[in-house]
């Protein structure tokens, strides 16, 4: 999560893959004009300073976008939107800290930079723990228990080992977490802001609000590992894998926004402490013990996947978080564009009217499920690629130079553009 560039800066510097990997990052990204350190003092001079104010965990979860990215540091937060630009290793690693505490992988990463100046003019306010929670409103008549909810809520996740419900809004965002003692069989959401649970038993329920942490890993079960392999060659370095959460269902409320086509990712962690996030191509159905899977390059010396076969029983993951939605009804047409594993969030955007571009240098005999259009480029992008193309609306995916070169392109055709 470097912040500075190396002496000569970036333009023709660039790491290989194996090594990006093992070192937090899959390249070094070329910045643009105007994006030196030198440019970055110069911009942060012009910044409106914020009234300073406490700023809780969950307030901090809420903004892990490149549109919002904010970041804790030595127990302040500070807005590093602006910064996503300048960042010499590109969103893709500066978002490894984004909406919680980073101060661990910064100090990991470069000790020696000296945030607090760096970023003095984004500062926000102090960091700090969460409120206590609100008490649960619910009723109960009988068996049947209805609990009211401040929030829209999109997905719910039982721990059946904790007795918790853990509520997710539309953006998947974790904003309420409730103990219920008593077993129950069924949960229905009967609107946006109520559930209803059928309890097992008849004997009294303690219900409690329980504080977040959004942070919170949970022990997960590798159930199978397919290597992808290609027409060229009998085997890959790439795979998919599934994983299995341990007494964990998953209900999804899909009559909210039924037309949205939504990506998820999840944030894999091994003993040792080294996280990654990987993209949700495919997950279990609603009111089932949670199951997902995730499409996963192997390095040979990279710090989590060189280890991966031999800590898969050590797993432990996040709950889903939100990367990227799309209304298929405003969108109808649009132009999902995946380099290498970057393919992975195109998967679930993809629908019957749009069309995928995926570039790879291993020609893989595998379809993915994309759904719509799937063109398979075994090259670099060129021009001539996108030259026809009727979609308004591109989103890509991929290693940080990959994506680059997209943005050329998009910029030449007028497009919008979305990165992932």
């Known amino acids: 999560m470097s912040l500075l560039p190396p002496v000569g800066g970036f333009s023709k510097r660039k790491l290989d893959a194996e090594t990006g990997e093992r070192n937090g990052t899959k390249y070094k990204v070329p910045l643009g004009p105007k994006k030196s350190i030198m440019d970055w003092h110069r911009h942060s001079q012009q910044a409106v300073k914020m009234k300073l104010r406490p700023i809780c965990y969950s307030e901090l979860a809420r903004h892990r976008s490149k549109d919002s990215l904010w970041m804790g540091l030595n127990g302040s937060v500070y807005d590093c939107t602006d910064y996503v630009s300048f960042h010499p290793g590109g969103y893709e690693e500066i978002s490894r800290g984004a909406g919680k505490d980073a101060t661990d992988l910064f100090n990991e990463v470069h000790s020696w930079v000296n945030a607090e100046t760096m970023l003095k003019p984004f500062l926000l306010g102090r960091l ?5 929670p609100l008490k649960v409103n619910y009723t109960r008549d009988g068996n049947t228990l209805r609990i009211q909810l401040e929030l829209a809520c999109k997905y719910i996740f039982h721990d059946k080992r904790k007795a918790v419900l853990y509520l997710f809004t539309e953006k998947n965002y974790l904003y309420r977490a409730i103990k219920i003692s008593t077993e129950f069989e069924h949960l229905k959401y009967l609107s946006e802001t109520e559930i209803s649970l059928e309890l097992l038993e008849s004997e009294e329920t303690f219900i409690s609000a329980e504080t977040l942490n959004h942070e919170e890993k949970f022990p997960i079960v590798c159930t ?23 007494n964990m269902v998953f209900y999804e409320n899909t009559e909210m926004n039924s037309s949205d086509k939504t990506t998820l990712h999840v944030i894999l962690k091994n003993s040792k402490g080294t996280e990654r996030p990987y993209t949700i191509i495919k997950n279990s159905k609603s009111g089932e013990p949670f199951e997902f899977d995730v499409f996963v390059k192997i390095y040979d010396n990279g710090a989590f996947t060189s280890k991966l076969t031999t800590s898969l029983e050590s797993l432990t993951c996040s709950l889903p978080r939100h990367t990227e939605t799309i209304d298929s009804r405003l969108n109808p047409n649009v132009l999902l564009i995946g380099g290498g594993t970057g393919l992975a969030p ?17 020609d893989y005999d595998h379809d993915f499920s994309i759904q719509g259009v799937l063109k398979k480029f ?7 690629d996108f030259s026809s193309t009727p979609a308004q609306k591109w989103f890509v995916s991929g290693p940080p130079m990959f994506c680059k070169s997209i ?12 990165f992932l």
Do not use: G, H
């Open 407 to 418: 943005e050329k392109f998009a910029i030449k055709f007028n497009k919008d553009l979305t």
């Open 378 to 384: 075994l090259k670099r992008p060129i021009a001539e």
């Open 224 to 246: 199978n590992c397919m290597n992808l392999k290609t027409q060229s060659n009998s085997k890959t370095n790439s795979f998919i894998y599934s994983f299995k959460f341990s």
């Open 128 to 132: 700090v723990d969460d409120p206590p």
């Open 346 to 362: 195109m998967i679930s955007l993809s629908s019957p009217s749009s069309t995928t571009y995926f570039y790879s240098s291993d």
